[in-house]
């Protein structure tokens, strides 16, 4: 097998990302308002797992696709004398979509990793470590900060004037909240939605999820109990009262969070909200499409199918 053949095999491997991408990109942004409602009805770490998922799920689709179908269907029914013909248009520009779209969430997922350690770095050179609940913090000399900062080995970061307005039992719900951030690795999260190429923007699914993420670390550091509920709903309102903070780093996930207002009226008086996310429907389902997929057959009809839009 030449060059050709292979140079052949990354164009069409690209083209196909991009069509697989936007297609699902502008299926979700079209049923986003659906999905939404649905997460509503579950418990807010399920929640944010599922809109997490929809969220990357363009680009993750469209990798599937390319090393599940593509490139095999390319492998076994290609022939290698096909590699002297030219590619079409659309493949062209398809391939030009794809090129781009990876490079601009390479270099914003890269920015964003550089800046956000740059403003860890600088955090620890002038902080001071200390123990609250059990969780080694870094007291920082700025100005309304209570932050996860940090992707593999993320540290919580307050300032002196959240110290001095919150309670011992309120800072330790404070921290309790972002040690639960830490603990559903969140800011791993918005780094791999950054990293995760889309043409369709999907922002009610990454609001929603920003909400639900606020919500799960809301319950895990509560755990149910009404008195380390009511210590979380007062710091945030404390917290609030100092006014704007520092701008903090694109990978760092405040206390505040979204949606303020609902938070605290949801720690005062609860949430009555249940259901979990269906695991076992959602595996079968995979299983039966994983069953159908992998067929000579199916591979046969995807290689006939991307001939004909991308040749």
């Given at each position: 097998m030449n060059t050709a053949y292979f140079l052949r095999l990354a164009g069409f491997s690209l083209a196909s990302f991009f069509a697989v991408n936007v297609l699902t990109g502008l299926l979700l942004a079209l049923l986003s308002p659906k999905a939404i409602r649905f997460a509503e009805g579950m418990k807010?770490?399920?929640?944010?797992?599922?809109?997490?998922?929809?969220?990357?799920?363009?680009a993750a689709i469209g990798v599937f696709a390319v090393f599940a179908l593509c490139i095999p269907s390319y492998l076994w029914l290609e022939p290698e004398s096909a590699a002297s013909e030219e590619l079409g248009i659309f493949c062209l520009l398809s391939m030009g979509g794809a090129v781009a779209l990876w490079l601009w969430a390479i270099w914003q997922s890269c920015f964003a990793i550089v800046?956000?350690?740059?403003?860890?770095?600088?955090?620890?050179?002038?902080?001071?470590?200390?123990?609250?609940?059990?969780?080694?913090?870094?007291?920082v000399r700025t100005e309304r900060t209570t932050?996860?900062?940090?992707?593999?080995?993320?540290?919580?970061?307050?300032?002196?004037?959240?110290?001095a307005v919150l309670s011992r039992e309120q800072l330790e719900a404070a921290v309790r909240h972002e040690r639960s951030?830490?603990?559903?690795?969140?800011?791993?999260?918005?780094?791999?939605?950054l990293l995760a190429p889309e043409l369709v923007p999907l922002r009610r699914i990454d609001q929603a999820w920003r909400r639900y993420s606020e919500w799960a670390a809301d319950d895990c550091a509560v755990a149910g109990n009404r008195r380390r509920s009511m210590a979380l709903a007062e710091a945030l309102v404390r917290v609030a009262r100092l006014g704007g903070g520092p701008q903090m780093a694109?990978?760092?996930?405040?206390?505040?969070?979204?949606?303020?207002a609902a938070r605290v009226d949801r720690l005062i008086h609860g949430d009555t909200r249940r259901r979990s996310l269906p695991w076992k429907p959602i595996v079968l389902s995979l299983a039966i499409c994983?069953?159908?997929?992998?067929?000579?057959?199916?591979?046969?009809?995807v290689h006939r199918v991307l001939e004909k839009l991308i040749d």
């Open positions: 807010a770490k399920s929640a944010a797992r599922l809109l997490f998922a929809l969220k990357i799920a363009p800046k956000s350690e740059r403003y860890l770095e600088s955090c620890a050179a002038i902080g001071k470590k200390r123990s609250i609940a059990g969780e080694n913090v870094l007291v932050v996860l900062a940090g992707l593999l080995r993320p540290v919580i970061l307050i300032s002196p004037d959240v110290l951030h830490a603990a559903a690795r969140d800011n791993l999260k918005r780094l791999a939605m694109p990978l760092a996930t405040p206390l505040l969070g979204e949606d303020l994983a069953a159908i997929l992998f067929r000579p057959s199916t591979l046969d009809m």
